[in-house]
């Protein structure tokens, strides 16, 4: 590490800015603590520039424009080599429409979803579901505008909240049972982790607020549960074309039944944030993830691209 010069990327536009900015300090310091040279950079808007003479990029934007595939693709088309999934994986994950009509493809059971834009004015056949139900923006993150709806009465009201992040909604069936997460590290699913927010369900404020939510590491789970969830969570990664690291979320239904909700390509990434526990109850430190990513991200870049036959040894041994 004390050879690279690693570029990380934090802030951005988005309604997830002050969350990125915790995750980029962290994996900043992280890297600094392991000898590389790291430049932070908070990102205001969607222009910037990078010189050429940078080992990696380590992505630690979340939301809009850092996670929706449009930095993937400024990035693929500079040459430069950076951390998590490609442009199109991370579209797809991005919007929840696309990831859901992938699931269907794939046989992945995902609750059933209606798709409302804000020209619909007639709301009542998305209520054929029952209530309760969610209404989500279809491209956010982090809870971002989301609602449970007891009542049609108030399915307007959810909407209007959700259109204010996007145009195109998702109407989700509610599912009642434990909210479960699994990190995808390196192709491999770490240990499981139970969600129990003490109010309402995880909401933003419930993510982010100390106190809020209990987090089980690893879910008190059956084993051969744990084994349907983590095989059903790596599915769901492996559909969307997801690589490095993901997070995804899942419902474990009272009847018994597992569905996935979504996939999170660039996680929260402080030291207290959900895969990284996830990655520590497996043994791997928080300044250990933050190198492998790195790793990865340079094994991934076009050979004699900069690199040194003793930096192509070291990174094949490490």
Not at 26 to 53: C, Q, Y
Not at 174 to 180: V, W
Not at 212 to 237: C, F, G, M, N, W
Request: proline residues 5%; glycine residues 8%.
């Amino acid at each position: 590490m004390k050879r690279l010069k690693i570029v990380v990327l934090m802030g951005g536009p988005s309604a997830e800015r002050e969350v990125s900015l915790k995750s980029g300090t962290a994996v900043a310091s992280a890297l600094a603590g392991m000898g590389a040279k790291v430049v932070p950079i908070d990102i205001p808007e969607t222009t910037f520039s990078i010189r050429k003479n940078v080992d990696v990029v380590f992505v630690a934007l979340h939301g809009t424009f850092g996670e929706d595939g449009t930095l993937q693709r400024m990035l693929e088309d500079t040459g430069i080599a950076y951390t998590g999934s490609g442009p199109e994986a991370s579209a797809r994950a991005f919007d929840k429409v696309a990831a859901k009509a992938e699931f269907r493809a794939a046989g992945i059971p995902t609750p059933k979803y209606e798709v409302v834009d804000r020209a619909q004015t007639d709301l009542h056949r998305v209520a054929a579901f029952g209530f309760p139900l969610v209404v989500k923006p279809s491209r956010q993150g982090s809870s971002v505008g989301i609602s449970i709806v007891q009542e049609e009465a108030h399915l307007e009201e959810a909407c209007q909240i959700a259109w204010h992040y996007d145009d195109r909604l998702l109407v989700e069936q509610f599912i009642a049972g434990r909210e479960l997460t699994v990190g995808i590290f390196d192709g491999h699913a770490l240990p499981v982790i139970e969600i129990r927010p003490k109010h309402d369900f995880f909401t933003y404020e419930a993510k982010y607020t100390k106190g809020q939510t209990d987090y089980l590491v690893p879910a008190p789970l059956e084993k051969s549960i744990e084994a349907q969830v983590k095989t059903l969570a790596l599915r769901a990664h492996d559909c969307l074309g997801c690589r490095d690291l993901a997070r995804v979320d899942l419902i474990l239904a009272e009847n018994g039944e597992l569905f996935v909700l979504e996939v999170n390509t660039i996680p929260g990434f402080t030291e207290t944030s959900l895969v990284p526990q996830a990655a520590r109850a497996a043994g791997i430190e928080f300044p250990d993830l933050c190198a492998r990513l790195v790793q990865m991200a340079l094994a991934r870049r076009k050979p004699n691209a900069g690199i040194d036959a003793d930096e192509k040894e070291r990174i094949a041994v490490s």
